[in-house]
């Protein structure tokens, strides 16, 4: 069955930079675009970014733009989220989903929490 | 990358039927039948109720519906059941190849 699960999540000071991974399996995770979706505490979800399958195109959400870097790893099926330079406004639960077409997200991750605090 | 916008609640009793809308601009709802609806319990991941504006994935209840006009697109509940309490989020395509997500809806079931 598909599998998602995030990791890297943590305690940060502000300005300071994270590394988050998602490990894919049950699926042909090259054939797929991935997306990454975050959660404020108590807040709605907001879309972060997009890598297409083959990792030749990535985008963001305006928020994070030149700040974060989508990257994946098709030969160990891992999907990575370089984020730099991280304030408040960052903290929140991060989610790895699976994206077909990368119009929808059908399998979710459990996600990761990061806390940026000083 | 305006958020789609949604009510932020609706409300209805067992075995009634509640629409949630879900509004953008033509650059995103109304320019595409890329339109997907997510449940989100408390503490939990998000789950795809619909996507392509009117298709179910596999395992959802048929009670779960979609549609579109314009720029608006709606997920229909029908039968609603005590479990159907939850968040629920559309998401569309954009113009801009990125997809952008509506504010969220509280369904309460009285």
């Known amino acids: 069955q598909v599998q998602l699960v995030e990791s890297g999540g943590g305690v940060v000071r502000p300005g300071t930079s994270l590394t988050l991974s998602c490990a894919a399996s049950g699926f042909t995770f090259s054939s797929y675009g991935m997306h990454w979706v975050r959660q404020a505490p108590g807040k709605g979800l907001e879309w972060v970014a997009l890598?297409?399958?083959?990792?030749?195109?990535?985008y963001y959400a305006d928020s994070v733009k030149g700040r974060f870097t989508l990257s994946r790893d098709n030969s160990k099926n891992t999907l990575y989220l370089q984020m730099n330079s991280l304030g408040a406004e960052d903290t929140a639960l991060y989610y790895c989903?699976?994206?077909?077409?990368?119009?929808?997200?059908?399998?979710w991750g459990q996600g990761t929490l990061v806390t940026v605090s000083s | 990358q305006s958020a789609l916008t949604q009510p932020a609640s609706v409300s209805g009793s067992p075995g009634q039927s509640i629409t949630i809308s879900c509004t953008g601009t033509s650059s995103d709802v109304g320019g595409y039948n890329y339109v997907s609806w997510y449940q989100q319990h408390p503490g939990k991941a998000p789950k795809l109720m619909i996507y392509?504006?009117?298709n179910r994935p596999s395992g959802v209840s048929n009670r779960f519906s979609g549609s579109k006009s314009g720029n608006t697109a709606s997920l229909t509940i029908s039968g609603l059941q005590t479990e159907d309490e939850a968040d629920y989020y559309c998401?569309?395509?954009?113009?801009?190849?990125?997809?952008?997500f509506g504010g969220g809806t509280k369904l309460t079931v009285l």
């Open positions: 392509d504006v009117s």
């Open positions: 998401i569309s395509y954009t113009s801009s190849r990125t997809v952008v």
């Open positions: 890598i297409w399958s083959d990792g030749s195109n990535q």
């Open positions: 989903a699976r994206g077909p077409g990368s119009r929808y997200l059908d399998f």
